[in-house]
């Protein structure tokens, strides 16, 4: 018999897969259900609705993204060393788990996405809390420009987003050399 944690896996999968491939519309509980190899009640027993699951498949790939991003110990690193090894850590996340980086950019732009009221908020996880203190330092105080957080974002792994999955598709692939220039294009782009 297959442990409630992991038929959960099992079906977060199922539906990641299909997401990514296929778009929200793309993906029927019914379709999710034949892809985990279970009914689509043991789907409900879990979730109480399609966006419920989407929700929950959100804070699963969320996760794995913010721990990717600390990977490393960045924050025992000068801040600019730190940014550079969060940005590379992010590109690799990305590049590495395609089907998340799919659903990723999927999930941000549609209708259940809600973004974070605050830089604390997005930055809620164990290892962030030296990036946490630097929006909530006085901006005057800042090593980083006092732009909204959303910019701040999209100037740093919004861009890692970008290339990773534009080389995705592409023929090729950035040497290491063309990734730190990148990370040092987006550093100055935030730093004061």
Known sequence: MVATKDKQSVILQAALELIAEHGFHGAPMALVA???????????????????????????????????LVAGNPQALP??????????NGY????????????????????????????AEALTYDGMEFLTGLFAADPADRPIKDLP????????????????LYYAVAPGEPDDQLLDQIAAACWQAIAR
């Open 149 to 164: 957080f959303v910019v701040i974002y999209e100037l740093s792994l919004g861009v890692a987003a970008r290339v990773a």
């Open 34 to 68: 034949k892809r985990a190899g279970v009914s689509a009640g043991i789907i409900y027993h879990y979730f109480a609705s399609k966006e419920d699951l989407i929700h929950a498949l959100y804070q699963r790939v969320e996760g794995e993204f913010k721990r990717a």
């Open 92 to 119: 690799h996340f990305y590049r590495a788990h395609p089907h998340e980086a799919r659903f990723f950019e999927q999930y941000k732009h549609s209708p259940f996405y809600h973004p974070p009221a605050t830089a």
């Open 79 to 88: 801040l600019a060393g730190a940014f550079r090894q969060i940005w590379l």
